[in-house]
């Protein structure tokens, strides 16, 4: 028997207790497990008569070991009894426990926090009246494009001869490649310096569309999540603050440095790292709450013939450039986006 009580910030406390026999059922488990590893004259590990033992431990740890196992094993049905989403660990209390009695419990836990969207296709409508449709490349852009091209054509040949790329800044435009027909085929499949410039062009449209459209994507978010109302608790913010830690992390070792190398030379800690991103953390969380709900409120999903296409594809092609793959962990990260990519249909349909 539970009642459960709920608490500011998306947090639940559960009370109640387990019937003696289920409790006391874990005492020959939990027996088991506090004598392996200890060493008793005259017995043989894991062979100690009970008594000995509890002289030894004492009656208080075998119980509590015993209360541990018995929780352990009657959370997940305590979590469907009262249809909770839990986030993170609990905080476990007991309350009373005595051999061949109930015993007695206190479980406080974040859960997923509840969330009420404003209209949020509303929201999209409006932000994407203002939506930008038409996108140019002029003049000036082309030709710093290729005047781009044309310093990283002369870096490479830098690279070859062991000369520091930094030297190219300021090296004499003479030392440059011209900008001819012969050094647009050297760049790729062109045959002339106007179908280089004509790449250039689309390439610098292709990428102001791309900017336009996350700007879009951004403003949506920001005015849905400031607008909805929900608690959100501590540790899910704090969660996404150690995913960002290790992002970053991987992305430096990725680099070739040391972890602890970098954090010396930007004088900061992991600690520090953590503050500074928490209100980006927050934000994240809230975006990622209110995809979720909209998901939910529009009755969104993804097809398990959709999502196995998709893991293979992209199993295929990070294995191909060597890297494993966990299946199981790249499905689930896979039907996120696949989700989302849903939502974003719709918001950005919106008007």
């Not at 910030?9 to 005492?27: C, L, N, R």
């Not at 506090?34 to 005259?42: E, M, V």
């Not at 603050?241 to 900061?268: C, F, P, T």
């Amino acid at each position: 028997m539970t009642e459960i009580k709920k608490l500011p910030g998306s947090e639940v406390e559960i009370t109640g207790e387990i019937a003696p026999e289920i409790f006391m059922s874990f005492k020959e488990e939990a027996f088991k497990e506090l004598s392996k590893g200890l060493k008793i004259d005259g017995f043989r590990e894991g062979r100690t008569p009970e008594s000995i033992l509890i002289n030894k431990i004492g009656q208080h740890v075998l119980l509590e070991r015993m209360a541990i196992m018995a929780l352990e094993n009657t959370y997940q049905e305590i979590i469907k009894e009262h249809n909770l989403d839990p986030v993170g660990r609990p905080e476990l209390t007991i309350t009373k426990m005595a051999e061949n009695n109930p015993l007695g419990f206190k479980l406080k836990t974040a859960v997923m926090p509840e969330v009420v969207l404003p209209d949020y296709k509303s929201i999209a409508g409006k932000i994407n009246s203002s939506k930008k449709d038409k996108f140019e490349a002029d003049e000036k852009e082309v030709n710093e494009g290729l005047e781009n091209l044309r310093k990283a054509r002369a870096s490479q040949k830098e690279k070859g001869s062991n000369e520091s790329e930094d030297k190219i800044e300021d090296a004499n435009p003479n030392d440059l490649p011209e900008i001819n027909d012969d050094f647009a085929k050297s760049i790729g499949k062109f045959n002339n310096l106007e179908e280089l410039k004509s790449a250039i062009k689309e390439n610098i449209v292709f990428d102001k569309k791309n900017k336009e459209k996350e700007r879009i994507r951004v403003e949506i978010l920001d005015k849905i999540a400031d607008k909805m109302e929900t608690e959100i608790p501590g540790i899910m913010t704090q969660s996404e603050q150690d995913k960002m830690l290790a992002d970053m992390r991987s992305q430096i070792v990725n680099m070739g440095m040391k972890w602890e190398d970098y954090i010396k030379h930007i004088n900061k800690t992991e600690d520090d790292l953590k503050k500074d991103w928490e209100a980006d953390a927050l934000k994240r969380v809230k975006y990622g709450l209110a995809l979720n709900k909209i998901a939910d409120e529009e009755k969104i999903e993804v097809k398990e013939e959709e999502l196995s296409d998709e893991v293979e594809k992209t199993a295929t092609h990070y294995e191909n450039h060597g890297h494993k793959v966990d299946k199981n962990q790249l499905k689930n990260y896979l039907y996120g986006i696949l989700r989302n990519n849903k939502v974003w249909k719709i918001l950005e349909e919106a008007k």
